[in-house]
């Protein structure tokens, strides 16, 4: 990316969920710069999967601000955020099973497309078939384009789902456990994929395997209970006592 | 389900080999029908514009509505009022009965689209019954239950010097073909855009599509537009083809038809709405003229029909055979 844009790209201030008497997320403060690849990891209900559903609009904060490239969007509608480049990919894969591969992508790719040209391609469908293959071939699904999503293997959907989130021309693309149930072989190279994608857009992954996060994250924050409990490099995380203690068990 | 647009050419000249066949066997039938029968597919053609539309809406949006012979009888009654009070031709009439209809849809889509599931089904339930009471509560201009009769004149209009009179049986025939038509290709266009794909996603995943970046509130606004629109015109076409005017068009029986003749012919399918709607008429037809009691057979075959076919005729045999029909 060559625009100009501060440093930091993505900055939540306080962000907080509760759900009834349950605190999900206690108040977060995240700071994501343009470009880079950020891990969150954390024990099964630390509030990872909250606290990105609540950076992609899926669900409301009940307390605290979220700012994305030089903006407020604590109350934009997912929609809205769409448009403005955060794309999320669902942690229980979410394809649409009774449409074809290039139906599922199509979608993505349209929206995109009318984000850019306006209405008036909203009835040209030559326009779609290159963003679409393009997508599919990243993920190299081109093969399976007229295939039922639902027909796919598991490992598969889980590429259709990031191939729906690539056509969508993400700025920051959030990831929730994009490896889980995938074989040694398609993790390998959905790692080659995700660093492809370095380059392009913000990459915000909430991953459990820990070989995946080393191998792919620049910075990694820390989450329990709520709370973000450390960050920093892979190396310093790993060397990091409190980590040691609450998550990596060893 | 089909991949609208994504099929390729080939299945592209099936779809439109398949459809141009249709109405070419509607057209050449005028000639072969006896005439009870062409009348009785006039009424079929009319009825199933009306299930395409409701159709797009349960379908392919995926939204059950209780409460769609609110819009037919918008078109019904536009038609019926416009050219009573406000001494409009029948063509006037006709499009001030679909604008009513989809002005309708439109604005009562912004109150029960907050809804959704069964809570939707019953707030359109509940409009269409208020609908139906105001319709009985102005008795003096809507003659409520009894209801009214075009008089032949406001039947009739003058085409480029030629007479075109609705209560003809060859021109009704031929005006609602033209209708089925028209529907059908524009039914046939939308759900293979990009938007019919929107409302598919809405469909089989709203969550999933509002993630996608889609305002999904406004496309189910728009389908139900639509939805509504086709519905008035339907309503209209059958007040002027058929000349009678009355309230129980816009009872619960009517919203309930449109439902089944869908589920019939298949939810989710072009011709589906038209093979439900004849299928229906015929049953109907068929039993009541070897018994009075002919609601337990139409009954006892719908239940054999479910069992067989639960996607509907169409439905059905493009799960098992057809793929690429839309």
């Known amino acids: ?250 | 389900m089909t991949a609208p647009g994504s099929a390729g050419s080939a299945s592209g000249a099936k779809v439109m080999a398949l459809h141009l066949g249709v109405i070419a066997i509607l057209f050449v039938a005028q000639f072969l029908l006896p005439a009870y029968h062409l009348s009785a597919f006039t009424r079929i053609m009319v009825l199933a514009v009306y299930a395409l539309g409701y159709n797009i809406l349960f379908g392919y949006t995926g939204l059950l509505s209780l409460g769609h012979a609110m819009f037919f009888a918008a078109g019904l009654y536009g038609v019926g009022l416009g050219a009573r009070f406000l001494g409009l031709n029948p063509l006037s009439a006709f499009l001030f009965g679909s604008l009513a209809g989809g002005i309708f849809a439109c604005v009562i889509g912004l109150v029960v689209l907050r809804t959704s599931g069964v809570a939707f089904m019953i707030v359109t339930l509940m409009f269409a019954q208020a609908g139906y009471l105001t319709i009985l509560l102005f008795n003096d201009v809507t003659r409520g239950d009894e209801g009214f009769v075009l008089e032949t004149t406001e039947r009739q209009v003058t085409i480029a010097g030629g007479l075109l009179d609705f209560a003809a049986p060859h021109a009704a025939y031929n005006v609602a073909l033209a209708l089925f038509t028209g529907a059908m290709a524009f039914c046939l266009f939308l759900v293979r855009s990009p938007i019919g794909r929107v409302f598919i996603a809405i469909r089989e995943n709203e969550e999933r599509t509002r993630m996608l970046g889609y305002n999904a509130y406004r496309y189910k606004l728009a389908a139900l537009t639509v939805s509504g629109i086709l519905s008035a015109m339907a309503g209209a076409a059958y007040a002027l083809l058929f000349g009678y005017i009355g309230a129980s068009f816009a009872s619960i029986q009517y919203s309930i038809f449109a439902l089944l003749w869908v589920l019939l012919g298949g939810t989710g399918t072009i011709l589906g709405p038209l093979v439900g709607t004849a299928l229906m008429f015929y049953l109907v037809d068929a039993s009541s003229e070897v018994t009075s009691s002919y609601l337990i057979v139409v009954g006892a075959i719908l239940i054999l029909l479910v069992l067989f076919f639960p996607k509907g005729l169409l439905g059905s045999l493009r799960r098992k055979k057809l793929r690429w029909l839309p």
């Open chain 1, 1 to 250: 990316m060559t625009v100009d844009r501060s440093p930091t790209f993505l900055e939540t201030r306080g962000l907080g969920r509760r759900f009834g008497g349950l605190t999900a997320v206690d108040s977060v403060d995240l700071m994501l710069n343009a470009g880079e690849i950020r891990a969150v990891i954390g024990p099964n209900g630390a509030g990872k999967t909250t606290l990105v559903s609540m950076i992609c609009g899926r669900v409301p904060p009940s307390a605290g601000n979220i700012l994305f490239d030089g903006a407020d969007i604590t109350r934009l509608k997912p929609w809205e955020r769409v448009a403005r480049g955060i794309v999320y990919t669902f942690q229980i894969t979410s394809v649409f099973r009774n449409l074809s591969c290039f139906d599922n992508v199509a979608l993505a790719a349209e929206r995109s497309l009318t984000l850019q040209h306006g209405l008036r391609s909203a009835f040209d469908t030559r326009g779609l078939v290159a963003p679409v293959m393009t997508a599919l071939q990243r993920v190299g699904l081109e093969a399976r384009r007229d295939e039922l999503a639902g027909n796919l293997s598991y490992g598969h959907q889980r590429l259709l789902e990031v191939a729906m989130g690539l056509a969508l021309r993400p700025k920051l693309l959030i990831l929730d456990e994009p490896t889980q149930g995938l074989s040694e072989a398609e993790i390998v190279g959905f790692c080659r994929l995700i660093r492809d994608l370095a380059g392009e857009t913000t990459i915000l992954l909430i991953e459990h395997n820990m070989d995946v996060v080393m191998e792919l994250a620049q910075r990694i924050t820390v989450m329990a209970d709520g709370n973000i409990l450390a960050e920093g490099s892979p190396a310093e995380i790993m060397a990091n006592a409190e980590v040691q203690r609450a998550y990596l068990g060893t």
